[in-house]
């Protein structure tokens, strides 16, 4: 099974996932987005990010079960889209202030997600919004609220 994942498709998305984003030029660091072809909240999730100054680059892929199993994203704390920033996974609708507060003050943990697609949320826009929270992941999978909007 290993030497045909290698000849996959995917093998270069999940190289990238395995080694993360590479640093932008300037400011901040690159973002790599990996989403199916046909989600629009991903698009626009990666669209925030950009007007806030990230540079992103998006992986399409058909299937992302893959991309999370090897970013430790459990079911519970999945999203529609998972990114990968300067050696943090991001899961779901993060929005880009919480990310640049992650990457200002390096705690020890795997990242960030938002479970769901909580509507207001970055990419989830709408007439009606409703709470949520951003969790941060640790190493063993447990979670603790890093920022509540």
């Keep these: 099974m290993k030497t045909a994942l290698r000849h996959h498709p995917a093998a270069l998305a999940l190289t990238a996932l395995l080694a993360f984003a590479a640093p932008a030029a300037a400011g901040l660091p690159a973002v790599t987005v990996y989403k199916t072809p046909t989600c629009g909240c991903c698009t626009a999730w990666a669209d925030h990010l950009s007007a806030n100054g990230f540079e992103v680059n998006t992986i399409d892929l058909p299937d ?43 705690p020890p943990v795997r990242g960030l997600t938002v479970p769901g697609m909580p509507l207001g949320s970055p990419g989830m826009e709408g007439p009606r919004t409703e709470p949520y929270q951003v969790l941060t992941i640790d190493a063993d999978g447990g979670t603790s609220v890093f920022a509540a909007h």
């Design 64 to 106: 992302l079960g893959r991309v999370k199993a090897v970013a430790g994203i459990d079911a519970e704390l999945a999203s529609c889209h998972t990114a990968m920033v300067d050696g943090y996974v991001i899961e779901g609708h993060v929005p880009a202030g919480d990310i640049e507060r992650l990457l200002a003050d390096r």
